[in-house]
């Protein structure tokens, strides 16, 4: 496990990839299995299952998401197995129903070191940026 600031914006990174891309495998492996979301649009939760069924299906699209690691504020908690990324991005979201949406948010990442080290977002939560 690495507790360091770039290791950790690098698992970031790849969450906000793989939902660009649509990587239902990635999100898998990067997600804990309690996983558990708090959307920025409307504040409902969504859990891992759904988080994956969702994009699998490509009902929920991210056809563009711009974050800003430079100014991601990054901390370690404990004994260092647990890193908090409290950062700002601009998305473009499509909705299941086919809304869509873009926002600028900053959001808060809780990860979890696994056994073997490698980190799991378990919870993720957006704010929107209003002017």
Partial sequence: MSTDRATLL??????????VAGDHDLLKELLSDDFVLVGVEDGALAGKGMILDL???GSLRFPR????????VVRFAG???VGIVVGR??????????????AGSRYTHVYAAGPQGAW???????????A
Avoid: C, R
Avoid at 10 to 18: G, L
Avoid at 65 to 72: H, K, N, T, V, Y
Avoid at 94 to 99: E, F, I, L, V
Avoid at 124 to 130: D, E, H, K, P, V
């Fill in 10 to 19: 690098k698992h970031d990174q790849s969450f906000f990839d793989a939902l």
């Fill in 55 to 57: 994009v699998a299906s």
């Fill in 65 to 72: 998401i711009d974050s800003f690691p430079d100014e991601a």
């Fill in 79 to 81: 004994d260092g197995s």
């Fill in 89 to 102: 991005t601009g998305m473009n979201v499509t909705n299941p129903d086919g809304t869509s949406f873009s």
């Fill in 120 to 130: 799991h977002l378990i919870s993720a939560q957006g704010t929107t940026i209003t």
